[in-house]
């Protein structure tokens, strides 16, 4: 648990305190829909070295603390540079998106790093990380991240995104050894990639299942709850004061009863469920966070309002830290977050 007495909102929030206005950050706020971040992303040449270059990756995520005055911080980095830390090829393809070797059986499987190595590839996150924590003022929360362990495997046996994981859901049925090896090695990583994180610094840590929902039945527990169980547990014998947030996006049921089965603090969720039924079903079991849907970033207006004001007054009644319910989206108008912001703090 986190301390109750913080000046910073987004801990209280996760220390179970109920705040008359929540505190807010945003996925992927730092972003390509800010001519700021576009800017400083040419300068670095691609995406993957503005992750890898401290300095600028301390610029982009300080630019929309600077602009919109959000309570957290997120990182700037990807869930794949654990993938590339455990020895995958990582490219990025410019309009389409992630690109790696893929994972079809044992031998590719033999190639990968031993976990002991990762950090070599990822000293320059931690560095991040250092650097946020002495420019960030001093309300602002740092928050660290990782994929959690079935979407990075969605990514390393397809090799890209794809639209139903299907590949991956392949490999559970072909090779299940393998696919189980490949689930063991990414925990075991992300443990030791989000524990240093917090020794440098992150304040809060974050796990991304952004894909958990293609997970049905006795494979949601064994897949997306399990492995996220177990790196909490471990996370919390090496850091117990370190509050931790799970996202299993689009879980629908699955999110009843997450919080107790995983021992997460919070509990993000997406757009597909309601406030009111999160209310009803999620919140009860500890902090939520969530969950405007990023379209109104595109589209603003009065209906952005009245679903912002919404959402925080349904989910008033308990812990609440405002946010999308996925990622803003690069179309997205700066003057609507704005918005957004305005309207939360002023409902
Ligand atoms: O601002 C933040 O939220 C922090 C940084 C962050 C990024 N990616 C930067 C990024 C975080 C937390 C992520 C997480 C991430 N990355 C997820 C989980 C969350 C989600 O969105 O579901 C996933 C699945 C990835 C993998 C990934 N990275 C994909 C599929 C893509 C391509 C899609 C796209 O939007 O282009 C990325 C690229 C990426 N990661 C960008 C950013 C800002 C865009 C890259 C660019 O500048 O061209």
Redesign the pocket.
Known sequence: MANPTSDKTILRALAGEEQATPPIWM??????YLPE?KAT?AKAGD?LS?CYNPELATEVTLQPIRRFGFDGA???????LVPQALGADLW?V?GE??RLSTITGEAELAQLRSVDDIHETLSPIYQTVRNLRQELPKETTLIG?A?APW?VAT?MIAGK?TPDQGPAHALKGTHPAVFDALIERITEATIEYLSAQIDAGAEVVKL?D?WAGSLKGPDFQRYALEPTRQIIAALKLRHPETPIIAFP?QAGDNYIGFHEATGADCVAVDDSVTADWVAKHVQPGGCVQGNLASRHMVTGGEELVSETQHIVRTLRGGPHIFNLG??IT?DADPANVQLMIDTVRGA
């Not at 996925?27 to 390509?32: E, F, K, L, P, T």
């Open positions: 996925m992927r706020q730092a972003g390509r971040y992303r995406f503005l997120i990182l700037f980095a990807d869930i794949l990025f410019t998106g992630p991240f994929g979407t990514y995104g991304f952004s996006r996925h990622g690069p």
